[in-house]
Structure formats: structure tokens, C-alpha cells
């Protein structure tokens, strides 16, 4: 929400406002049976820096946050928000789940082409400790597996070594990810 161009938030006054827009051409539309959910990094240090022992996002926290808030958004903007909601970062269990649908993505892909796809708990580990970035979410996770895993098996196919019916099978071997064939 910080990037958006101000138009927007004057639209979205209206629409919070009024519960409906209009068009120059006098078109309307409606928004009273609408849930318009608005997202934000602000304070994203904040909230993972106040996580507490239980996995909970400090009262102090969420105090920081809404501070920074009310010197980015204008008061008649923010006082017709029904709710602010504060997600928690990312657990490692559940990057892993993400992981596992790029992944299932790409073993499709892969059947396509009548090859097997799998990944030791090695690879999907390191993956998983250098791919997430608790900052910028899971975004980069599907650029680093674009770029280390995708690349790794799109080279051995481009070179011609893999046979129809075989299975690619990504490793970390400590140093770098290695992809073998059986």
C-alpha cells in the first residue's frame, strides 16, 4: 500500500466512503458486499524483531507498527479500515510446505517430458535456508529454485543426458546442489 500512486487512495477513500465508485461516463460500480484486503511491508523489521517466545508479535511491536502507520497514512484513510491485521513471519515449516508446491509444479512439468523429479531432504533443507529471506516472504524462494534447481535440471536435459523414463534426483552435497540420474 505505501507505493501506491495517492489517486489510489483517494479512490479508496470513496470506496470505503461510499461503498461504490463512479466513472467518468457515469458507470457505477458497487462494493457494498465486497472485502477489500489491502497489504503492507511497514514495520515488517519491527514485527520480526518483536516476535516473542511463543511465536507471538509483541504488544510493543504492533505499537511500533501502528506509530509508523499513522505517519504514512493519512488519518481519514486509516480511520475507515474496519481491522488492521499482523501477520507472523513464516515458519520453516511452512516455507517447507511452499517448497514442496514449486516443486510439485516443476515435477510436472518434468512428467511432461517422461522424466522422474526428486529432491533429497538435504537439497530441500538447504533450499529452504538460503532461498527464504524472512523480509521479502516467499517470493524469492521461486526465483532461487528458478535459478538453482530449474537451470541445474535444464542444463542436463538441454545436454542430452537424460534418458526417457529416468528420474533427476537434486542432492546437496555441502558445498553446491547436484542433480544425478537414475
Same mark, same amino acid.
Given at each position: 500500500?505505501?507505493?501506491?500512486?495517492?489517486?489510489?487512495?483517494?479512490?479508496?477513500?470513496?470506496?470505503?466512503?461510499?461503498?461504490?465508485?463512479?466513472?467518468?461516463?457515469?458507470?457505477?460500480?458497487? $462494493?457494498?458486499?465486497?472485502?477489500?484486503?489491502?497489504?503492507?511491508?511497514?514495520?515488517?523489521?519491527?514485527?520480526?524483531?518483536?516476535?516473542?517466545?511463543?511465536?507471538?508479535?509483541?504488544?510493543?511491536?504492533?505499537?511500533?507498527?501502528?506509530?509508523?502507520?499513522? /505517519?504514512?497514512?493519512?488519518?481519514? $484513510?486509516?480511520?475507515?479500515?474496519?481491522?488492521?491485521? $499482523?501477520?507472523?513471519?513464516?515458519?520453516?515449516?511452512?516455507?517447507?510446505?511452499?517448497?514442496?508446491?514449486?516443486?510439485?509444479?516443476?515435477?510436472?512439468?518434468?512428467?511432461?517430458?517422461?522424466?522422474? $523429479?526428486?529432491? /533429497?531432504?538435504?537439497?530441500?533443507?538447504?533450499?529452504?535456508?538460503?532461498?527464504?529471506?524472512?523480509?521479502?516472504?516467499?517470493?524469492?524462494?521461486?526465483?532461487?529454485?528458478?535459478?538453482?534447481?530449474? /537451470?541445474?535440471?535444464?542444463?542436463?536435459?538441454?545436454?542430452?543426458?537424460?534418458?526417457?523414463?529416468? /528420474?533427476?534426483?537434486?542432492?546437496?552435497?555441502?558445498?553446491?546442489?547436484?542433480?544425478?540420474?537414475?
Amino acid at each position: 500500500m505505501e507505493k501506491a500512486h495517492p489517486d489510489v487512495f483517494n479512490i479508496l477513500l470513496q470506496i470505503l466512503d461510499d461503498g461504490r465508485i463512479t466513472d467518468s461516463q457515469g458507470r457505477t460500480v458497487d $462494493f457494498k458486499n465486497t472485502i477489500i484486503i489491502l497489504t503492507s511491508n511497514l514495520g515488517s523489521s519491527y514485527i520480526l524483531d518483536g516476535i516473542n517466545d511463543k511465536g507471538e508479535i509483541s504488544e510493543e511491536a504492533k505499537n511500533e507498527v501502528n506509530k509508523l502507520l499513522k /505517519t504514512q497514512f493519512r488519518p481519514e $484513510f486509516l480511520n475507515r479500515l474496519d481491522e488492521i491485521v $499482523f501477520y507472523k513471519p513464516l515458519r520453516k515449516d511452512e516455507i517447507s510446505g511452499i517448497v514442496d508446491l514449486m516443486l510439485g509444479e516443476l515435477k510436472k512439468r518434468l512428467a511432461d517430458k517422461e522424466v522422474g $523429479f526428486a529432491i /533429497t531432504d538435504a537439497a530441500k533443507d538447504y533450499v529452504i535456508d538460503n532461498g527464504f529471506d524472512p523480509n521479502y516472504g516467499a517470493r524469492p524462494l521461486k526465483r532461487f529454485i528458478q535459478r538453482k534447481i530449474e /537451470t541445474l535440471i535444464a542444463r542436463k536435459l538441454i545436454a542430452d543426458d537424460v534418458a526417457p523414463g529416468s /528420474t533427476l534426483t537434486v542432492d546437496y552435497d555441502g558445498e553446491k546442489l547436484i542433480c544425478s540420474e537414475s
